[in-house]
């Protein structure tokens, strides 16, 4: 039986023990053990919990999303105010331990919402559950960095720190810079756009700390020197993330103010249900989510709430196909589309075209 399950199994023997006289010694001896579990588990490396256990949640739905911030900022609190799942809450710090799944359902969309322990400074270096948090949190399509709205500004910034620290790139876009080890034929560097932070000299030093000397590097954009190593490096995850305060409830209205006015940031109460809405809305928009609506020839489209089918925003007719029907694509001849995407409603369209949120859309088969 591994860690987690023990744990679960004393907290369900805790909550079927009735307190008394006589079960006042058991029942200290099961909390001794919940406790020394729950250390095992918060414990870095080898031990308990280090590869990962309570942190293997399939994924599902639509889109993933991550909740990640430091102890009791009210993570589980929001997921179990938002979902249908119950993640245990309290005024203690790593009350949660695991990777609790919930699901938000929006615009017919089912987007997956994972509840993590708490990290700490130093998580990346494995303080805490931070590693396992960290692994799961780079699997997501949106990180929700979720803060103490009543805490200062710092935690933000230490979050960041260890997320930049492994890697994680939040709101930043993947640098377009073509990169390329090759075999033979040494540095062969190429510009299409003026440079005002790296040159080739710069590059070639670079590379040669990396003992890199044959390769075909391509700027087609000002890129940084940071950038350009994230490129050699080649591990990055480049995250969207909303920087979610919460327990406004706690603060003045001109301090409310201010922190809703940052770039990516959602001012909400979890207590209270302020703004809890308009989040929902914000992580559809920061998923870039569309809803697509399918018509069959002579009937008119379903357009019910749980009709249409959920799509990444960008994408084209092709994916469509794909979503709808395995060998749609090979077959397709031309598509009807209804909607903001075209110029015309309806528009004749071929495979390549982009499709807009509540486009309706018929495909004609060969
Ligand atoms: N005032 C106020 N308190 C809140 C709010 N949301 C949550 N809390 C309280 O904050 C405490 C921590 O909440 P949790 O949901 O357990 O926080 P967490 O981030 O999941 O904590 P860990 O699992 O320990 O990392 C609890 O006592 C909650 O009742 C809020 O909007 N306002
Ligand atoms: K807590
Ligand atoms: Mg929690």
Same mark, same amino acid.
């Given at each position: ?24 010694? $058991? ?18 490396? #080898? ?28 993570? #589980?609190?929001?997921? #179990? ?5 119950? #993640? ?6 790593? !009350? ?79 640098? @377009? &810079? ?67 305060? @919460? ?5 003045? =209205?001109?301090?409310?103010?201010? &922190?809703?006015?940052?770039? $990516? ?8 249900? +302020? ?13 870039? +989510? ?8 002579? @009937? ?21 196909? $794909?979503? =709808? *029907? ?13 909607? !903001?995407? !075209? ?8 495979? $390549? *075209? ?13």
């Amino acid at each position: 039986m591994g860690i987690v399950e023990k744990i679960q199994e004393i907290e369900r023997e805790i909550s079927r023990t009735q307190k008394n006289k006589a079960t006042e010694y $058991h029942l200290g001896l099961l909390k001794a053990k919940l406790a020394k579990y729950r250390q095992q588990l918060l414990e870095p490396a #080898s031990k308990g919990g280090a590869k990962g256990e309570g942190f293997d949640v399939l994924k599902s739905g639509d889109a993933r999303v991550a909740l990640v911030g430091f102890p009791s900022v009210g993570k #589980s609190t929001f997921l #179990s105010t938002v979902t249908n799942t119950e #993640s245990v809450a309290a005024n203690y710090e790593f !009350t949660t331990l695991t990777c609790i799944p919930g699901v938000i359902e929006y615009q017919g969309a089912n987007i997956q919402l994972l509840d993590l322990p708490g990290i700490i400074e130093g998580a990346s270096q494995g303080k805490g559950r931070g590693r396992q948090v960290i692994s799961v949190a780079k699997t997501a399509d949106l990180i929700l960095m979720m803060l103490d709205a009543t805490k200062g500004d710092v935690q933000r910034s230490l979050l960041e720190t260890e997320l930049e620290s492994v890697g994680i790139r939040l709101n930043k876009p993947r640098p @377009n &810079l073509y990169f390329k080890r090759k075999n033979t034929g040494g540095i062969k560097f190429t510009q299409t756009t003026p440079l005002t932070h790296c040159n080739e000299k710069m590059i070639q030093t670079i590379l040669h700390e990396y003992k890199i000397f044959n390769a075909e590097i391509v700027f087609r954009e000002d890129s940084t020197v940071d950038e350009f190593i994230d490129v050699i490096q080649g591990n990055q995850v480049y995250l969207k993330c909303l920087y979610v305060y @919460n327990k406004i409830d706690q603060l003045s =209205l001109e301090e409310v103010d201010r &922190l809703a006015r940052l770039p $990516h940031s959602v001012v909400i109460s979890c207590e209270w249900n +302020l703004n809890l809405d308009y989040m929902i809305q914000k992580i559809w928009e920061y998923l870039s +989510l569309i809803r697509v609506y399918t018509k069959k020839p002579g @009937n008119a489209p379903d357009l019910g709430p749980e009709d249409g089918i959920i799509l990444r925003g960008g994408c084209t007719v092709e994916h469509c196909c $794909h979503a =709808l *029907h395995r060998t749609l694509a090979s077959q397709f001849r031309y598509a009807i589309v209804w909607g !903001t995407s !075209t110029k015309f409603s309806p528009q004749r369209v071929g495979i $390549h *075209h982009v499709l807009d949120h509540e486009d309706v859309i018929q495909i004609v088969k060969k």
